[in-house]
């Protein structure tokens, strides 16, 4: 059983009939035991930074996603669910994180980025783009590289540890677009919005065993 | 590289597909639920969902249509039309969209807008503007009570080019309030995208405004989908090279099958355009 973190932030139901799709049963739950008796888990998340970890917190859920990543089982974090596991994030100020890997969240708007032909970027990075996978990931087996997934922010994270980034996509910049450490797997792209391949990439990750 | 985005968009009435021809004369185009899964087969990428339901009471409709149709598509889901107040926007979220589209309410008080964008996230917040070319003043507006603070938001009658102006209640109420200062102000308060409706080029597929969408899009820095015109895969090419759109938005060519997503796609690759083939 995958247990997918409920904290009242973002479409968890998108998560979970992701899963279902590729035949993995999934729970969308805020129960701390269940949490930490699923095989593994998902932190999902959009929307800002802060106000997610506010309720992370108000759901009394910080220990529980510490002690599950510490547990070894497999975690895989999307969008703020990717951010959230840094030290800190510029967004509003500067605003702690769970600082489970070192590194800071930034924004994209003080890059002032340029597109090929010299016009300013759009912010949110809004669509779809490539993602570049490290070899032998074990989340993009049957996933050709360089495909196309779905983004939807305007803050990227910054890994202090660099052997920490599993892919990198270009936005006027290469970002870090996912990190691997241990039992983490984290993505800034929807994989559940992302139609066929992403579908890939949680199916490889419902395989996963600790 | 980020890819242009096509984007098919069912209007919605009554738990059908319809389209009709500058905001008027609808024709059924079928099933909203069998419709998207088909654009999810060919490979769309994003949908989006207008509900042009008269009435409030109907809500229910359209929450059941993107309830169903959440279930059978894995990309980005926007749904639009009626759109009030925050609870409308968390329902419309939970039945399974990814963004929500406000229009005559965002006019009505902005600050909804900033309110939702705060609530919710930016990523889902996009503001749809319908604009129409201001030739001469022949409507007479419904100008806003918050317009006495924001007069320069409002069309003068003597700008210099083209001006557009924004209209409300499905395209039936005109307000004097400047299209493009507009899409400037929403991204302020907070909007995370500008979905830019032309109204004298929708249903005509004569092409989009591109006039329109350009001073929008290099007006803001939010992405900017074109709509409003698209009758042939040139209209689409033009939209995001002389009409600088993010993403391009299209209804009858898509559901009619004149032409298919992928063929759309194939074009707007040979033709330079960075696109997503499946």
Same mark, same amino acid.
């Given at each position: 059983m995958i247990a997918i973190i409920d904290y009242g932030m973002g479409n968890l139901r998108s998560v979970q009939k992701g899963f279902e799709a590729v035949g993995a049963d999934a729970i969308i739950t805020s129960d701390s035991q269940k949490i930490l008796s699923a095989k593994s888990i998902v932190l999902p998340g959009v929307g800002a930074f802060k106000a997610c970890m506010d309720n992370l917190d108000r759901f009394g859920l910080i220990d529980t996603v510490q002690k599950s990543i510490q547990s070894g089982r497999p975690f895989l974090g999307i969008c703020l669910g990717l951010q959230l596991l840094f030290s800190q994030a510029e967004e509003f100020g500067s605003v702690s994180g769970l600082d489970i890997l070192k590194g800071k969240v930034v924004g994209f708007k003080d890059a002032k980025l340029k597109s090929d032909t010299g016009e300013p970027l759009k912010i949110p990075h809004m669509g779809w783009n490539n993602v570049e996978v490290k070899p032998s990931h074990p989340l993009f087996d049957s996933v050709p590289n360089r495909s196309y997934f779905y983004f939807v922010h305007s803050y990227y994270v910054v890994p202090e540890?660099? #052997? #920490?980034?599993?892919t990198t996509t270009n936005y006027g910049i290469d970002f870090v677009s996912g990190v691997h450490h241990e039992n983490i797997h984290a993505f800034q792209f929807h994989p559940e919005k992302s139609q066929r391949l992403g579908l890939a990439v949680l199916r490889n990750f419902s395989r996963l065993s600790s | 590289m980020l890819i242009k985005r096509i984007i098919p968009c069912l209007d919605v009435k009554d738990g059908r597909v319809v389209k009709g021809v500058n905001f008027v004369n609808l024709r059924d185009a079928g099933d909203p639920v069998e419709i998207a899964e088909a654009y999810e087969k060919e490979g769309a990428d994003e949908l989006t969902f207008l509900d042009i339901t008269a009435s409030h009471e109907n809500r229910n409709i359209i929450l059941d249509v993107v309830a169903r149709t959440a279930e059978k598509v894995f990309m980005p889901l926007t749904v639009g039309g009626g759109v009030r107040d925050l609870d409308d926007i968390r329902n419309l979220l939970k039945a399974g969209a990814d963004k929500v589209a406000i229009n005559s309410a965002a006019v009505k008080n902005p600050e909804f807008v900033q309110k939702a964008a705060e609530r919710f996230g930016s990523q889902c917040i996009v503001v749809a503007i319908d604009a129409k070319q201001r030739k001469s003043s022949t409507d007479t507006p419904s100008i806003p009570s918050w317009a006495d603070e924001h007069p320069d938001l409002l069309l003068t009658g003597n700008d210099a080019g083209p001006t557009w102006e924004v209209y409300i209640h499905g395209g039936r109420k005109a307000t004097n309030i400047d299209a493009v200062k507009w899409a400037k102000q929403m991204q302020t308060y907070g909007a995370g995208e500008i979905l830019l409706t032309s109204m004298d080029r929708d249903g005509t597929k004569s092409g989009y405004d591109l006039d329109l969408n350009r001073s929008v899009s290099q007006s803001v820095t939010i992405p900017v989908i074109a709509s409003g015109g698209a009758g042939t895969l040139e209209h689409l090419y033009k939209g995001i090279t002389d009409g600088k759109a993010d993403a391009v938005l299209a209804a009858s060519i898509f559901h009619f099958k004149e032409f298919t997503i992928d063929g759309t796609k194939h074009y707007l690759k040979e033709k330079g355009v960075c696109i997503r083939l499946t």
């Open positions: 540890d660099k #052997t #920490t980034v599993a | -």
